[in-house]
T-cell receptor, first 112, second 114 residues
Framework: DAKTTQPPSMDCAEGRAANLPCNHS???????VYWYRQIHSQGPQYIIH???NNETNEMASLIITEDRKSSTLILPHATLRDTAVYYC?????????????FGTGTLLAVQP | NAGVMQNPRHLVRRRGQEARLRCSPM?????VYWYRQLPEEGLKFMVY????????ESGMPKERFSAEFPKEGPSILRIQQVVRGDSAAYFC????????????FGDGTRLSIL
C-alpha cells in the first residue's frame, strides 16, 4: 500500500501557482519523497525529489516540513499542459528493492 | 531521443497467444523496472531487473509472466497464453541504480486482448 495521502483532485487557474499537498506521516529516516505526474495515460514523468531539505528545479519546488511528515509540490506558474495526475511517493534509500508504490494521486485541473 | 524506448506502442493479441514487450533503457542505465496499469487503476510494480539478474519480482503474477534483461539488447516482458484480464498499459522505467537516482519512464505498451 502507498504510504502517502493526497487529495483526489484540485483546481488551479492558469498562470497561478499550484500547491499540491501530500501527507506521509509514517515516513522513515531513510526514505525520500518523490513526485511524478502522468499526463493522460502517457508514461509517468519524474518531477522532483528530496530527503529533508527543500528542493527546486526547472519544473517545480518541493517543500518538506521539518518533521518530514508532509510536503508540498509547487508549480509556480501553472499552464494548461500541467493538467495531470500528480503522485507523491516515498521511496527507501538503497536496499534490495527500488520499486515505486503509486497511490491514487491528485488530479490537477488547470483552468483557463 | 535519449529516453526510455518501449515497443511496440500498441499490441493486439488473441486469447492464448504470446505477447512480448520490449524496453530499451536510457543510455547509461543498467536497472530496469516494469509496471502495469490496468484500466482506470493506478500503476503497480511488477519486476525489477539489473543486467542478467532479477532483483525483485514480488509484483509478477506467478504464472504466464516472465521478464529478462540480457547482457546485450533490450529488456523483455513476456506474457504467455494471454487472457482478457492482461489488457493493460505496461510501462518500463530505468535508472542508474545509484542511491538517490530517479526512475525514468517510457511511454508504455498498450496491450489489448481480443
Amino acid at each position: 500500500d502507498a504510504k502517502t495521502t493526497q487529495p483526489p483532485s484540485m483546481d488551479c487557474a492558469e498562470g497561478r501557482a499550484a500547491n499540491l499537498p501530500c501527507n506521509h506521516s509514517t515516513i522513515s529516516g531513510n526514505e525520500y519523497v518523490y513526485w511524478y505526474r502522468q499526463i493522460h495515460s502517457q508514461g509517468p514523468q519524474y518531477i522532483i525529489h528530496g530527503l529533508k531539505n527543500n528542493e527546486t528545479n526547472e519544473m517545480a519546488s518541493l517543500i518538506i516540513t521539518e518533521d518530514r511528515k508532509s510536503s508540498t509540490l509547487i508549480l509556480p506558474h501553472a499552464t494548461l499542459r500541467d493538467t495531470a495526475v500528480y503522485y507523491c511517493i516515498v521511496r527507501s534509500y538503497g536496499g534490495a528493492t527500488n520499486k515505486l508504490i503509486f497511490g491514487t494521486g491528485t488530479l490537477l485541473a488547470v483552468q483557463p | 531521443n535519449a529516453g526510455v524506448m518501449q515497443n511496440p506502442r500498441h499490441l493486439v493479441r488473441r486469447r492464448g497467444q504470446e505477447a512480448r514487450l520490449r524496453c530499451s533503457p536510457m543510455k547509461g542505465h543498467s536497472h530496469v523496472y516494469w509496471y502495469r496499469q490496468l484500466p482506470e487503476e493506478g500503476l503497480k510494480f511488477m519486476v525489477y531487473l539489473q543486467k542478467e539478474n532479477i532483483i525483485d519480482e514480488s509484483g509478477m503474477p506467478k504464472e504466464r509472466f516472465s521478464a529478462e534483461f540480457p547482457k546485450e539488447g533490450p529488456s523483455i516482458l513476456r506474457i504467455q497464453q494471454v487472457v482478457r484480464g492482461d489488457s493493460a498499459a505496461y510501462f518500463c522505467a530505468s535508472s542508474s541504480g545509484g542511491p538517490n537516482q530517479p526512475q525514468h519512464f517510457g511511454d508504455g505498451t498498450r496491450l489489448s486482448i481480443l
